[in-house]
């Protein structure tokens, strides 16, 4: 069954550095997403991304978060400055064309900032 | 604020009970509504989606929906120790892009 993808795992970084999350998305899917979990709170919604083009955004999405897909299957998140309070679960999900809301995550990449 | 409002629980429930969860959301515009299970440290996973008010059965669970009332429920009928994880009601909104806003989701345990 085909599923997406996120690397790293894992990544430590330190306050002010640049972190890139990687993602690989379900392949005819055409509508991507990330959204991040500080432990113990909820779900929140970052950014969609659909056509090569932000979709939509929420509040959180501020200027040190950009999206791209540099290519014709990764999607990545790049955080330019980290904070303490980035520290958290970053998950990407996609979605087919069909039903752009019926999300399918990955796996999660938990970033810590140190 | 958009906001989807969920009992944090834990909700406790025999083998073979059924559980009910339950959910309300503030914006009228939202158009599509979810439940996900997340099990501890690992993704959200979509069980249910359902779209116009009513029922929708899938093997062990009911979605219910009443837009008027602006409550979704979900239903797990023979609940299954498996079943003990973070269920998330979800709402999916169109402003122009997808959105979807997270409850923060109410925990179950399914007792053996």
């Known amino acids: 069954e085909p599923e997406v993808t996120q690397t790293p795992s894992h990544q430590v970084t330190q306050m002010g550095q640049e972190v890139i999350l990687r993602c690989v998305p379900i392949s005819n899917h055409l509508y991507f997403y990330w959204y991040r979990q500080i432990l113990g709170q909820k779900v929140e919604f970052l950014v969609s991304f659909y056509n090569n083009e932000i979709s939509e955004k929420s509040e959180i999405f501020d200027d040190q978060f950009s999206v791209e897909r540099p290519d014709g299957s990764n999607f990545t998140l790049k955080i330019r400055s980290t904070k303490l309070e980035d520290s958290a679960m970053y998950f990407c999900?996609?979605?087919?064309?069909?039903?752009?809301?019926?999300?399918?995550f990955g796996p999660g990449t938990r970033l810590t900032v140190t | 604020q958009k906001e989807v409002e969920q009992n944090s629980g834990p909700l406790s429930v025999p083998e073979g009970a059924i559980a009910s969860l339950n959910c309300t959301y503030s914006d009228r515009g939202s158009q599509s509504f979810f439940w996900y299970r997340q099990y501890s440290g690992k993704s959200p996973e979509l069980i249910m989606s359902i779209y116009s008010n009513g029922d929708k059965e899938d093997g062990r669970f009911t979605a219910q929906l009443n837009k008027a009332s602006q409550y979704v429920s979900l239903l797990i009928r023979d609940s299954q120790p498996s079943d003990s994880a973070t269920y998330l009601c979800a709402v999916g909104l169109y402003t122009g892009g997808f959105k979807t806003i997270f409850g923060a989701g109410t925990r179950l345990f399914v007792k053996a």
């Open positions: 999900a996609s979605s087919d064309p069909g039903a752009p809301h019926e999300q399918y």
